[in-house]
């Protein structure tokens, strides 16, 4: 079990828009506002979308957002492609004791 | 840009050490500030955080696995090396690279992988 929680999966279809949950706690998304969120394309390499929270690396696409609520962190993904089907890992940093946790990953279907 | 690339056994037996490395390009592990964690990720499952190394050579570990991880690097090579003793079969897995950049907590690059089934 992984130690954030994400849904196993979401849909949208294209041009929408859709919102993927990580909850955490207090001993990590809550104290710690260094969110990450990772697109991973079958047989790929994760891909970093959104670090810090909602900052986003060069060349992602601004369609890509993310925010924080307390223990919960959200990425959102506005004017939904077909190319955004894949699934989506958060991440979040925990302290200097356990470090890094993973989210146990969001299915995208674009229908 | 740096880019990784790991290299290990595709196969180990139960109760063996597998070691894997992490080669490093692009940037040299001996003059920048930056660390390199090892993640795996069953097949079908979720990614796991198994194990960092610093700039400054500190290390950490996954608090559920760290008995059996030890992480290192080698500056001469420009490579990271992660072992992992007494594999069973619930470590199958794609074992992968990432560079943190430092004072950055995100992976900003990955290598694609290495598929480790273990198996008698």
């Known amino acids: 079990q992984s130690a954030l929680t994400q849904p196993a999966s979401v849909s949208g279809s294209p041009g929408q828009s859709i919102t993927i949950s990580c909850t955490g706690t207090?001993?990590?998304?809550?104290?710690?506002?260094?969110v990450s969120w990772y697109q991973q394309h079958p047989g790929k390499a994760p891909k970093l979308i959104i670090f810090?929270?909602?900052q986003r690396p060069s060349g992602v696409s601004t369609r890509f957002s993310g925010s924080k609520s307390g223990n919960t962190a959200s990425l959102t993904i506005s004017g939904l492609q077909a190319e955004d089907e894949a699934d989506y890992y958060c991440?979040?940093?925990?302290?200097?004791?356990?470090?890094?946790?993973f989210g146990g990953g969001t299915k995208l279907t674009v229908l | 840009q740096v880019t990784l690339k790991e290299s290990g056994p595709v196969l180990v037996k139960p109760t063996e050490t597998l070691t894997l490395t992490c080669g490093v390009s692009?940037?040299?592990?001996?003059?920048?500030?930056?660390?390199v964690s090892w993640i795996r990720q069953p097949p079908g499952k979720a990614l796991e955080w198994l194990a960092h190394?610093?700039?400054?050579?500190?290390?950490s570990y996954s608090t559920s696995l760290k008995s059996r991880l030890t992480i290192s690097k080698d500056t001469s090579k420009n490579q990271v090396v992660l072992t992992v003793t007494n594999m069973g079969p619930v470590d199958t897995a794609t074992y992968s690279c990432?560079?943190?950049?430092?004072?950055?907590?995100?992976?900003?690059?990955w290598g694609q992988g290495t598929l480790v089934t273990v198996s008698s």
């Open positions: 207090s001993s990590d998304i809550g104290t710690y506002n260094l």
């Open positions: 991440c979040s940093y925990a302290g200097p004791t356990t470090y890094w946790v």
């Open positions: 190394i610093f700039s400054n050579d500190e290390k």
């Open positions: 692009g940037f040299s592990l001996s003059n920048t500030a930056m660390g």
């Open positions: 990432a560079v943190i950049w430092f004072g950055k907590f995100h992976f900003d690059s």
């Open positions: 810090g929270g909602s």
